[in-house]
């Protein structure tokens, strides 16, 4: 990844401050698409300080065409990208029009070193889970932003590699289906097993399906849960362990949890076969 630290000559305002935050004020990462086919951090700074009026431009970071990542603000600057969530998360820009076009290889490969490079330099532990798009959060939904598949982004993320993902809002593209037995071989061929289209891991006891809209929870050091955002339908989650507290909860790893709720979950469990697959890897 190559990366070009712009923060001390990107455009600001003249006289307004962006807010502060501490670094502890992190919950996760929202991603946006510039919805300009080409673009750069320049380009969205002067849109949004001089037309706008905005403190600073709204991403920490910019991802370009050509894979080069921008560096626009600190991660205590408070961006203005996703209005009363700015306090809590760093927006990535992705240059493109993605209900058009599609992110470029370089583009996919910059962003999975990105998210590296963020938990490394702030220490925060930020599950996958905590990757969002612009059009996740509840008052955004509407939004087609960053117009991508982020449950296939974000499996993409924890698998570690940068396959093309689905573009959400283009309908007359025909998407090729691979059969679960075919993912299964090629599972196998990589030392790993496959739970019909995703990896079974070890210490996984199960996973979860969202059924209806629901909170996902972080558990503090003193016992208290922390939202971290809604769950939406169709979501699926690895589940790690699970107690009675605060109502029975499930662990999806990195702290997070989400509570045992008839009707808004569906919890499942692997075959004794595959549990014992992944203990011989």
Known sequence: MRIVDRRRDILRHAWKKSPQRKITDIRGIVNHHSLTESGSADA?????????????????????RNGLVERCADYTDVTPHVGNYNKHYIGICWVGDFRKQEPTKEQYESHNELIKLIRKETG??????????????????????????????????QAGVTLPVRNNFNNDKKIAIISPKIVEKLGELQNKVMWDDAELRKGQIGRITILK????????TNGKLTMVRILRTGERYRVYGYDDKH??????????????????????????????AVKRL
């Open 44 to 64: 969205f700074a002067r849109y949004h300080v001089l037309t706008n009026g905005w403190s600073q431009m709204g991403y920490t970071f910019v991802i370009n």
């Open 124 to 157: 925060l532990a930020l599950p996958t889970s905590a990757i969002l798009g612009h059009q996740e959060l509840p008052a955004y939904s509407w939004k087609q932003c960053p117009a991508l598949d982020m449950d296939c982004l974000r499996g993409n993320i």
């Open 247 to 276: 109502g029975s909860q499930y662990s999806v790893g990195g702290g997070c949890w989400i509570t045992k709720m008839d009707g808004y979950v569906k919890y499942e469990t692997p075959s004794k076969a595959k549990l014992e």
């Open 213 to 220: 809209a629901i909170n996902l929870w972080k558990r503090e």
